[in-house]
């Protein structure tokens, strides 16, 4: 049971570079909050060789940085992977499929 929830925090963390085929937990990058308007682009830089954010348009002080999350997830990806709702998804998409059981023996 903790294995499954350590990896569930974690996952939920991961920045996944494609170019150089690497997850990376990147601290502070992470806490960037998600809008299918995001205004910053993320990528690794070969050069450096680490993490590089970058505005895609001026972003005035006190202004929240957003990233995207993916726009093309359903509302069960982002439940699921990051504990949350996309309410940038449409008032079509506010809701997510949760399907319980319980276990027989359980009172």
């Known amino acids: 049971m903790v294995y499954s929830r350590s990896f569930g ?7 996944g570079f494609e170019d150089v085929k690497v997850l990376s937990l990147v601290p502070l990058a992470d806490m960037l ?4 308007n995001a205004n910053v682009i993320w990528g690794y ?3 450096s060789h680490g993490f590089k954010m970058k505005a895609t ?3 005035k002080r006190g202004e929240e940085c957003f990233d995207t999350y993916g726009a093309h ?5 982002f ?8 309410h940038d998804s449409g ?3 506010n809701a ?4 319980l059981s319980l276990i027989q023996a359980d009172p």
């Open 9 to 15: 925090v974690i996952n939920s963390r991961l920045l």
């Open 33 to 36: 909050n998600h809008s299918n």
């Open 45 to 47: 830089d070969n050069t």
């Open 57 to 59: 348009k001026d972003i």
């Open 73 to 77: 997830k359903s509302n069960d990806e």
């Open 79 to 86: 439940l699921l992977i990051y504990g949350y709702l996309n």
């Open 91 to 93: 008032p079509t998409q």
């Open 96 to 99: 997510a499929t949760l399907l």
